[in-house]
């Protein structure tokens, strides 16, 4: 529910001025006039003279820092960014966090939360999460995303990270299917044009009003021109050229698979997708007695559903081996965010499979009894259009 804006600037006076603080990001613009900055961020420092509050600002072009002293000093350095029209702030503190969103009619949309404690290090020394794209992001203030969603999101960056190599050069032309409300496509957009690639993103969603919805928010960041949006079906949505990268989170049952043979379809570079609801398997399972010793494994029926999420994937990166791609899968969150959390990611190598990996992906296959949905799309002859 909105709150008027002084109170809540006031609350986040307060914290800022709390020797409590950890860590503040203030970004983004309200409707009217513009920052003096882009953005600000304010953390305690301990120098020779003392602790102090240290500020460091950016126009846009280069950075500036100074440090202030607690009491007075910081307190008119604190005033003076306050009376700044940032469009957002994002607080944290030893004991909790505020996020701040000033909405266009000027009142305060304010999510309150207590900070959680980061892991103790094997040192003993307990380190602040470092954010790949920090919540105090400008694009937030446009894109929202629950606090849990904005943890998927980071998290799924930093798989992305680790998949592309640090050299990596040129255009990337990049493709998230099944994109929904876009917090991974925007985010993905954002982080990799900080690692200075020219990026040309498409979202695709089989709903026409997301389309409208995230292409507005398009133009509202001013990426338009980069970052466009198709309604359509993942296997049938039009994306030209062929995408470098394809990311697809938490596309449900079978959409993850039509995800998967798409990527292979355009020969794309790398693969990213985060699977949801594994139902297909799980039915054929029940229509064949498991075959011996396993009848355990299959009996209960709890069971048999983690067993097929388990056989899902691992006969998706088998397939993903068989077409010419390197394949793991990966925890990319922790479960306490969400019950997906695996991640499957694969890089094309070009290389044929060797006969030992069609032997062993073709035995279980034989063995359980079951046709993959992703098998059965990437075996026919009629290709998605590109």
Same mark, same amino acid.
């Given at each position: ?7 809540? =600037?006031?609350?986040?006076?307060? =914290?800022?001025?709390?020797? %409590?603080?950890?860590? %503040? /990001? ?33 126009? +846009? ?16 350095? #604190? ?8 469009? @957002? ?19 305060? $949309? !304010? ?7 980061? %892991?103790?290090?094997?040192?003993? @020394? ?25 943890? $998927?999101?980071?998290?799924? =960056? ?22 929904? @409300? ?16 020219? /990026?040309?993103?498409? +979202? !695709? ?21 980069? #970052?466009?949006? !198709? ?39 790398? !693969? ?49 081996? #068989? ?17 997906? @959390? ?7 190598? +070009? ?5 030992? $990996? ?8 034989? $063995?359980?009894? /079951? ?6 799309? =990437? ?8």
């Amino acid at each position: 529910m909105p709150e008027p804006l002084d109170a809540a =600037l006031t609350e986040v006076r307060a =914290l800022l001025l709390d020797p %409590a603080l950890t860590r %503040a /990001v203030a970004a983004g613009r309200r409707r009217g006039p513009r920052p003096t900055v882009v953005r600000a961020e304010l953390r305690p420092v301990t120098l020779k003279a003392g602790p102090r509050l240290q500020i460091a600002t950016s126009d +846009g072009a280069r950075p500036y820092t100074r440090n202030v002293a607690p009491g007075p000093e910081a307190a008119v350095a #604190v005033d003076e960014l306050l009376a700044e029209p940032f469009g @957002n702030w994002h607080v944290e503190t030893t004991d909790a966090t505020l996020q701040l969103r000033v909405t266009k009619s000027g009142e305060a $949309q !304010v999510h309150r939360a207590a900070t959680a404690r980061p %892991a103790a290090t094997p040192g003993g @020394n307990d380190r602040a999460k470092e954010y790949l794209l920090d919540p105090g992001d400008e694009i937030f203030a446009e894109i929202g995303g629950s606090a849990a969603k904005r943890r $998927q999101v980071d998290a799924f =960056l930093r798989a992305l990270a680790a998949t592309l190599p640090d050299e990596l050069t040129g255009p990337l032309r990049v493709v998230d299917l099944g994109c929904g @409300n876009a917090y991974l496509t925007f985010a993905a957009y954002r982080y990799l044009t900080s690692r200075g690639l020219d /990026v040309q993103l498409i +979202g !695709v969603d089989v709903r026409e009003d997301q389309r409208r919805r995230n292409t507005e928010l398009a133009q509202r960041l001013g990426w338009a021109e980069q #970052v466009s949006f !198709v309604a359509g079906t993942i296997a049938d949505a039009v994306v030209d050229p062929a995408p470098d990268l394809v990311l697809a989170l938490h596309a449900c049952d079978t959409a993850t698979d039509e995800a998967l043979a798409r990527a292979v379809r355009w020969e794309a570079r790398w !693969v990213l997708a985060a699977p949801c609801c594994h139902h297909d398997l799980a039915k054929q399972l029940r229509a064949h007695p498991a075959p011996a010793p396993y009848e355990l494994l299959t009996r209960q029926g709890i069971l048999r559903e983690r067993f097929a999420d388990v056989l899902t994937d691992a006969l998706r990166a088998g397939l993903l081996r #068989v077409h010419g791609y390197r394949a793991e899968v990966v925890e990319f969150v922790d479960s306490q965010h969400t019950p997906r @959390n695996l991640l499957i990611r694969a890089r094309r190598t +070009g290389s044929g499979p060797t006969e030992p $990996q069609r032997a062993e992906y073709r035995e279980l296959v034989d $063995q359980w009894q /079951v046709t993959p949905r992703l098998e059965t799309l =990437l075996a026919t002859d009629e290709a998605p259009a590109a």
